[in-house]
């Protein structure tokens, strides 16, 4: 929320960067008319007090529509038991605070430029030589607005990279048409019997439903947010009794027999589960590459026994490895991880994977019957397809990158108004000036080059300043990107092409306009 604060005050200084660059120049083309009310006899605060007040109308001109804005965006951020966020009066006197501060601190400085002048000399000079005086604010504001803009395009371009990144991470197993959802049959006041005899029914009736290829039960997900752990202690080897349990642990997992088959995750080495491992075949279960790693290097693990704790160690016999898949985090390295035949353990609620042939959503209505065919009074809970929970995995990446990339084009946007409405004021403001180099011989893309030349300085200087700080301020998020560093190069760089590429286009628009002046016409506009 910090991050996302930060970028939503950054937007907010370029809007009113671009506000206190109009009001600028309205001061500096409105400084004939102050000069008179000057001089006959209005005072510096009242003329001050006039100017605030426009800035002050902008401002909340533009809070009310932000309300509006706001109270329609809502659905966005839901808030606890699913209501939508409320609107109230906390956040109105949010908006209200903001929107008034906002129009005195970026209307003050065009009020004290725009009646700070000398009357006299004021009355005597040209309008051209008005406005040339007063324009470094406006330049400084632009480069100001070309920084921030620039900052916020890399922050998207990182998140979107990361976003991209993770997800193109090797999970383990097939994500793919697989339907996802939970029963609780305790609820229903099953005991342990019924349930086992409930999830083999369930696995069997399942599968014969129209489009549906193959059925598996597990406890948890994988990658759905739930972790299930447990000690791990090899039967012959001498534990300490003061040793802390988090450096003896392994993740655990309750499943179907054919469930490696279904989710498509190979068994590496000796046999997965069969219908033969139940109540009354001896305890086995199926490690994966990282818990071998960990605690049976350099040593086949196939027919050593572990239990839960020093008591149990010869408990559970090893009959198979499994490929290393994601657990619970599709960022974090793959945990040691056990799995065990349901039939052999305590039971309590599952989760169904339902392979589809095709769209898996399309299959939740027949999936629906089926499970009430069976008892019609155990509902069906946390619907949803394997993508979607994996996807809920980096759901703060998704909205970062989906924020920075809003932020970075309206920034961007801005910028680009701010830029064209900067140097069509200074093609107005010299409009003589070219008329007399085009009447001297000067060609219309020499023209061009002028005004383009004047209007890539500024944004040259923009993306230095803004590259500088987008550095320095990527170390506040490098923890929050995965597969790039916070000063990726290739991100960097497309950034500064896009700042560039549309800074060209919205400065060409004016030096355009510049360039087809009639030389004649341009003569008489003093």
């Known amino acids: 929320m910090t991050i996302l604060s930060v970028v939503v005050a950054l937007v907010l200084l370029i809007v009113c960067a671009n506000v206190a660059n109009l009001l600028l120049s309205r001061a500096t083309t409105r400084q004939k008319e102050i000069s008179v009310r000057l001089s006959l006899g209005a005072t510096r605060l009242r003329l001050i007090r006039q100017l605030l007040t426009e800035s002050l109308l902008l401002a909340s001109m533009g809070g009310a529509l932000g309300i509006l804005v706001g109270y329609w965006g809502r659905q966005l951020l839901p808030g606890a038991a699913g209501q939508m966020t409320p609107l109230d009066w906390r956040v109105l006197a949010f908006v209200l605070v903001i929107t008034g501060t906002t129009g005195i601190v970026f209307g003050i400085a065009p009020a004290l ?143 179907s027999p054919n469930f490696f088959d279904v989710m498509g995750i190979p068994v590496l080495l000796g046999r997965g589960f069969t219908d033969r491992d139940n109540e009354s075949a001896p305890k086995v279960v199926v490690i994966n590459e990282a818990a071998v790693r ?168 923009g993306v230095a300043a803004g590259l500088g700080i987008a550095i320095a301020a990527s170390r506040f998020i490098a923890t929050l990107l995965f597969g790039l560093a916070p000063t990726d190069v290739m991100t960097m760089f497309l950034a500064i092409g896009v700042m560039v590429l549309v800074s060209a286009i919205a400065g060409y628009l004016p030096a355009r306009r510049a360039s087809r002046v009639d030389p004649m016409v341009a003569l008489h506009y003093e």
Not at 149 to 165: I, Q
Not at 405 to 424: P, Q
Request: proline share 4%; aromatic share 6%; net charge positive.
């Open 113 to 255: 430029r725009g009646t700070g002048m000398n009357v006299g000399s004021a009355l005597k000079e040209t309008s051209r030589s008005v406005m040339g005086s007063r324009s470094f604010l406006g330049k400084s504001l632009l480069i100001v607005q070309v920084a921030i803009s620039l900052v916020l395009l890399v922050g998207a371009g990182l998140f979107l990279r990361t976003l991209h990144n993770l997800r193109h991470v090797d999970i383990g197993f097939n994500p793919q048409n697989l339907l996802l959802f939970r029963v609780n049959p305790q609820l229903n006041r099953y005991d342990e019997k019924r349930m086992a005899a409930l999830y083999r029914d369930l696995i069997d009736r399942l599968a014969t439903v129209p489009g549906v290829r193959a059925v598996a039960m597990s406890q948890p997900a994988l990658l759905s947010g739930s972790v299930s752990s447990t000690g791990i202690y090899v039967q012959g080897r001498v534990y300490s009794v003061a040793r802390e349990q988090r450096d003896n642990t392994i993740n655990h997992l309750v499943i």
């Open 294 to 461: 960990k605690y049976l290097a350099n040593e086949n693990p196939i027919g050593q026994r572990f239990g839960w704790s020093i008591e149990t160690a010869g408990e559970l016999e090893i009959v198979g490895v499994l490929r290393d898949v994601k657990y619970n985090s599709v960022r974090d390295a793959v945990p040691p991880t056990m799995y065990v035949p349901y039939l052999q353990t305590r039971r309590g609620n599952a989760v169904f994977e339902v392979r589809t042939a095709g769209n898996p959503a399309s299959a939740v209505g027949a999936v629906r019957e089926a499970v009430r065919q069976i008892d019609p009074n155990l509902p069906l809970m946390d619907v949803s397809t394997q993508i979607e929970q994996i996807e809920r995995r980096f759901l703060q990446e998704k909205v970062f990158a989906q924020a920075y990339t809003l932020f970075g084009a309206l920034a961007l946007l801005l910028a680009s108004i701010g830029l064209f409405g900067l140097m069509s004021y200074n093609v107005a403001r010299r409009t003589n000036e070219i008329g007399i180099r085009m009447a001297l011989g000067a060609q219309r893309q020499d023209v061009v080059r002028l005004v383009m030349r004047e209007s890539m300085i500024l944004v040259v200087i």
